[in-house]
């Protein structure tokens, strides 16, 4: 049977609430008040984009809340979803030194948030485009969490930077991809604007390869940054895949954050393949929006899982069902509708590898199968574009890891399409080296004079970093905070 929204709008709404409610002020200040505002606090060091943490606590504790969502936005622009969707529980929190006695972590994250909303719920304009400018000009492809977080950077280093995404908004998965309870498109967007406000300018609708080339951008611009992500969910490759009611979890998601979420269609009885955080977001949210049964197929066992723990609790405290050790042989099908899974039971042997058992295959009654397998990387995409790019054998872009340079001097990359796939706090601290990196890049060009375009986009230029160990002292620039 053909699958429709089963909610009711208000219905929906509430389900599909943010989880985290946020902090009353007296809630912020007394658990502020916990915070041993650690002497080389390792809660900074487990933070990919640096935030000095205690002193934003600080700020907290001692009622400067626009001061604390300044610390917090200078260092990681994105600092509202990043307090939403960071797994904390590995990074900050995990790093906290009250666990070694035995105490609750500082709530870091929701600390974060409650500054970081402050400003971003009363409007308060932080940052305006900084004064003196460099007259460098980049050009970032994709405007995802690596593209905002390197063009942020590079706004506050004194140079100009334009990102062209391809979608109608910028944010990339945190616009168009993150669990709708987590962090819905609205705290995106006026992440999106507070980018803005540094003086980025962000052109959408714009797909690089398509509506302009790269020797296009290359004539304008002194650099470029790819921030593309990554591609499509992996295929199944079983028959029956191409049945109406079956889809990428990444397409259901993005339906739920274009379409009013009374609107989104969801089966009665879904099946999820696949065991990450992304089947997990999916079936938490089949639930949510109504689905009777959402249920994770997972080849393996529970130890197995490549989700998060925090992230497989959440899902069963939502009703979500598992069924471990079986993978799908076809999708059923009924009246050109999906009415099933036919799958089969697997096992490990004693050196955990996976074999299918013979004659264990059994049918799994369902309306619609949503593919969580993980995304394609992009590159056929990344070849078209820029020919003599380096790229890993997994199909990541090759690039130094402490300031983002490819094999092609002028060539940046960082985030997904670069790590692989990693969280947004990776992702926006990836784009922030990148920046810092370029500025290196340009600093070198003054020295030694300009460089030369050759016309598969590769520079004569001298080796990278000679003479240019100083780290990069962003506030010298950075004259635009209030
Ligand atoms: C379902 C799901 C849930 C997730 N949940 C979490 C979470 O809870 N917490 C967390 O920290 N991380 C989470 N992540 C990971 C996180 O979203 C990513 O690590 C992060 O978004 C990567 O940022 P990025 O900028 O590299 O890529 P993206 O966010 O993918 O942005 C890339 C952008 O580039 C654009 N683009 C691509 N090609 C072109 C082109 N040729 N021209 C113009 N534009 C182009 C795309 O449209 C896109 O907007 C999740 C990921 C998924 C898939
Ligand atoms: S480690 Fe914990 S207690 Fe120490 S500064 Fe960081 S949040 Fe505060």
């Not at 995990?94 to 719920?121: E, F, M, N, S, W």
């Not at 993150?178 to 540094?198: C, D, F, G, N, R």
């Not at 929006?289 to 497989?312: C, F, N, Q, S, W």
């Not at 784009?431 to 300009?450: D, I, L």
């Amino acid at each position: 049977m053909e699958i429709r929204p089963i909610l009711d709008p208000e219905t929906a709404t509430r389900n599909m609430a943010e989880i985290e409610p946020k902090y009353s002020p007296q809630e912020a200040v007394t658990e502020a008040n916990r915070c041993l505002y650690c002497f080389d606090a390792p809660c900074i060091r487990a933070c990919p984009t640096g935030i000095d943490i205690p002193a934003f606590i600080k700020k907290i504790a001692t009622g400067n809340i626009t001061g604390s969502a300044r610390t917090i936005l200078s260092a990681n622009i994105l600092g509202a979803s990043c307090a939403r969707v960071c797994p904390t529980s590995v990074l900050c929190e995990g790093a906290c030194v009250l666990l070694d006695r035995d105490q609750q972590p500082i709530k870091i994250g929701r600390l974060q948030r409650y500054a970081t909303d402050h400003v971003l719920d009363d409007n308060i304009n932080l940052f305006s485009p900084p004064t003196k400018k460099s007259g460098k000009r980049v050009a970032l492809i994709g405007g995802g969490p690596a593209s905002l977080g390197c063009a942020a950077e590079l706004a506050l280093l004194g140079h100009e930077a334009v990102i062209f995404e391809k979608k109608p908004e910028a944010g990339g998965l945190n616009t168009y991809g993150i669990a709708y309870y987590k962090l819905t498109p609205e705290v995106s967007l006026k992440e999106v604007e507070l980018v803005k406000q540094l003086g980025v300018e962000i052109r959408t609708g714009v797909e690089v390869g398509r509506d302009i080339t790269i020797p296009e951008l290359e004539k304008e611009f002194d650099a470029l940054f790819l921030g593309v992500g990554l591609g499509s969910t992996l295929r199944l490759d079983i028959p029956g895949e191409e049945l109406p009611e079956v889809v990428e979890a990444l397409h259901f998601i993005d339906d739920i954050h274009t379409k009013p979420l009374h609107e989104v269609a969801v089966g009665k009885r879904v099946a999820v393949i696949g065991c990450g955080n992304t089947a997990i977001d999916a079936v938490t949210q089949a639930k949510r929006l109504g689905a009777a049964h959402a249920t994770i197929i997972y080849r393996r066992g529970e130890r197995d899982m490549p989700a998060y723990v925090y992230e497989y609790e959440l899902a069963k405290q939502d009703g979500a069902e598992f069924v471990f050790y079986a993978i799908p042989e076809a999708v059923l099908e009924r009246d050109g509708h999906v009415c099933g899974l036919r799958l089969v039971r697997t096992e490990m042997d004693a050196q955990r590898n996976l074999r299918v058992i013979p004659d264990s295959a059994f049918d799994f009654p369902c309306d619609m199968v949503i593919k969580a397998l993980g995304q394609e990387k992009m590159t056929a995409m990344l070849d078209h574009l820029l020919p003599g790019l380096d790229l890993a054998d997994n199909g990541t872009i090759r690039r130094d890891d402490q300031t983002g340079q490819t094999n092609i001097p002028h060539v940046f990359a960082g985030g997904d399409a670069a790590n692989g796939g990693s969280e947004v706090v990776n992702a926006v601290g990836e784009g922030k080296k990148a920046a810092r990196g370029m500025h290196r890049f340009f600093s070198q060009q003054e020295a030694t004079g300009p460089i030369q375009w050759s016309r598969m986009g590769v520079v004569d230029a001298p080796p990278y970093g000679a003479g240019l160990d100083a780290p990069v002292r962003v506030q010298e620039t950075a004259t635009s905070f209030r």
